[in-house]
């Protein structure tokens, strides 16, 4: 059973960074492709970016390309996300994800584990 705990979501101006960390316990963090998802108020939850086991291979929404980057640490069962040039827009939960496995996939249904989540607040 793996444990995922997220943090470093707060409140920034729009324009600001966020650094988000995902501590993985319990499993072979690099057994595991990882993902950000997020969910805002009234809307379902999608995915942000994903990582396959070794961070090799990433994948990012359209909406955060160029300004969010995801890595891992596997050394350190730590994921990370990076969020730049933050908008109004990314205004959500952040949550992470496990997937067993060495690949990433796009979907909600494709992962194991989740964390609790952690907010993300961008102010205009």
């Known amino acids: 059973q793996v444990q995922l705990v997220e943090s470093g979501g707060g409140l920034v101006q729009a324009g600001g960074s966020l650094r988000l960390s995902c501590a993985a316990s319990?499993?072979?963090?690099?057994?595991?492709?990882m993902g950000w998802f997020r969910q805002a108020p009234g809307k379902e939850r999608e995915i942000v970016a994903a990582?396959?086991?070794?961070?090799?291979?990433?994948y990012y929404t359209d909406s955060v390309k160029g300004r969010f980057t995801i890595s891992r640490d596997n050394a350190k069962n730590t994921m990370y996300l990076q969020m730049n040039s933050l908008k109004p827009e990314d205004t959500a939960v952040y949550y992470c994800?496990?997937?067993?496995?060495?690949?990433?996939?796009?979907?909600?249904?494709?992962?194991?584990?989740w964390g609790q989540g952690t907010q993300v607040t961008v102010s205009s």
């Open positions: 990582t396959n086991w070794s961070g090799g291979s990433t």
């Open positions: 319990g499993g072979t963090f690099s057994s595991y492709a």
């Open positions: 994800a496990a997937r067993r496995g060495v690949t990433y996939y796009r979907g909600t249904n494709g992962y194991d584990y």
